[in-house]
């Protein structure tokens, strides 16, 4: 089964700072990677998808993936106190890491 | 526009007795149906997938069973719950593009 890792965190940062989320994976041939946003009690909800290397841009969130290190992450700018919640990374559709709590500091 | 439906919101059941989730998805047609479980304070574990009526993969042995009826149909079961069944369970729905889930179903084993 491919691995995708995160670290749990809990990650703090201020109110109008940048947020970094990072996630690791072990199949080097996977394609597709996404960036979901869980808040306590709800489902899971896409906020970012990226498949090729480089950066992607939505808003106030940038995804950043590098293939040859087999590494994705999210940035979150203008961090926001609604931002607060668990950021789970999945890989190859339905590959998921086990997440990383952000909390936004007003 | 798609839609995808999961009951009940919450359940609680005594150890032993049998479950039987269900979801629905409307406004596509053969869309790839998946069953996760998220205990608490985890990640989210992949139980059963399917690409077909019928067609139905395992990801992790346990002591749940998965059926496709129809197109647009996803049955979580079980016959007899352990506490370790506990936990939150997504359904979600794809057609080759990330996944949309459900609201979940919280189940509490006691």
């Known amino acids: 089964q491919k691995e995708v890792e995160q670290n749990s965190g809990p990650l703090s940062v201020p109110e109008g700072a940048i947020a970094s989320l990072n996630c690791t994976y072990s199949d080097r041939v996977s394609q597709s990677f996404f960036w979901y946003r869980q808040y306590s009690g709800k489902s899971p909800e896409l906020i970012m998808s990226?498949?090729?290397?480089g950066d992607k841009e939505d808003g106030r969130f940038t995804a950043q993936l590098n293939k040859a290190s087999q590494y994705v992450s999210l940035l979150i700018r203008d961090s926001q106190p609604s931002d607060s919640a668990t950021y789970l990374c999945a890989v190859d559709q339905f590959y998921f890491g086990t997440g990383t709590s952000l909390t936004v500091i007003p | 526009s798609q839609t995808i439906h999961q009951w009940p919101a919450t359940l609680v059941q005594p150890v032993g007795s049998p479950l039987s989730l269900e979801c629905t998805v409307e406004?596509?047609?053969?869309?790839?149906l998946y069953w996760y479980r998220q205990a608490a304070g985890r990640g989210l574990q992949l139980l059963f997938y399917?690409?077909?009526?019928?067609?139905i993969s395992s990801e992790v042995p346990q002591n749940l069973s998965a059926s496709r009826p129809q197109d647009r149909q996803f049955i979580l079961s079980s016959k007899k719950l352990l506490l370790s069944d506990s936990g939150f369970y997504l359904c979600?729905?794809?057609?080759?593009?990330?996944?949309?889930f459900g609201n979940g179903t919280r189940l509490t084993v006691t």
């Open positions: 399917s690409v077909g009526i019928g067609q």
């Open positions: 990226i498949y090729s290397n």
């Open positions: 406004g596509t047609s053969n869309p790839n």
């Open positions: 979600a729905w794809s057609d080759h593009s990330p996944l949309h």
